[in-house]
């Protein structure tokens, strides 16, 4: 089946330790994105990436990197420069208009 | 300034009845898309229904149509016979730019509650 995975689907993590989020999709799409939701809010675009080996901040991309090595592949870290990490993380790439999007994974640090 | 507006936080309609959520947009683009996502609880991120900025046509699928005005740079999503499975977050998201270096914004969300 084609589509987009994400993992854990849960996470947890202590403060001050970087971790990273994985998003694999094998839709042969070039675009990727990552995107932030809080509580009761609307998707914030933390990076895209429209190609192999490059990518661009979205808004809230301070305390996230990212790399994008192989098409299939874009995996987000939140360093411990994220001064509030704790969020829901959404995966998504980008079909020929709409954007197909992960499960998700809930990132607790403590 | 907000780029994306849904003015409805919360929503209720019965269990067969139509509603209408409300999404209103702001772009000095010409061309741009629109899109309508459902949030179940589960938190998937579900593509409903897409517009483009030059289709002249409202866009439908099934029981979703896009209500789209573009002077009043509006793209509404109404859908037809309400079920209970339709209770969920509604977003709606424009993607501006052309096609290489495109960004999708999106609103802050409707929550729709179908009652039986």
């Known amino acids: 089946d084609g589509g987009i995975t994400q993992s854990p689907k849960y996470l947890f993590r202590k403060e001050g330790q970087n971790v990273t989020l994985s998003c694999e999709q094998n839709l042969n799409h070039d675009a990727m994105y990552w995107y932030r939701q809080d509580p009761g809010q609307g998707l914030r675009l933390i990076y895209y990436?429209?190609?192999?080996?490059?990518?661009q901040k979205g808004d809230i991309a301070e305390g996230y990197s990212v790399s994008r090595e192989k098409k299939e592949s874009f995996p987000l870290t939140v360093t411990s420069a994220q001064k509030n990490p704790t969020a829901f993380y959404l995966c998504?790439?980008?079909?020929?208009?709409?954007?197909?999007f992960g499960p998700g994974t809930r990132l607790t640090v403590t | 300034a907000q780029k994306i507006t849904q003015t409805q936080p919360g929503m209720f309609v019965q269990e067969k009845e139509a509603v209408t959520l409300d999404c209103t947009y702001d772009?000095?683009?010409?061309?741009?898309?629109l899109f309508w996502y459902k949030q179940p609880s589960s938190g998937e991120m579900i593509f409903l229904i897409y517009q483009g900025s030059y289709d002249e046509q409202n866009a439908t699928e099934g029981r979703y149509s896009l209500n789209f005005q573009k002077a009043r740079k509006s793209a509404n999503l109404v859908i037809s016979a309400s079920q209970l499975g339709d209770s969920a977050m509604y977003f709606c998201a424009m993607r501006e730019g052309t096609n290489y270096g495109q960004n999708f914004v999106f609103g802050p969300g409707t929550r729709l509650s179908v009652l039986p």
């Open positions: 990436s429209q190609i192999v080996n490059d990518f």
């Open positions: 998504a790439s980008k079909g020929l208009h709409e954007q197909y």
């Open positions: 772009t000095s683009d010409q061309s741009y898309g």
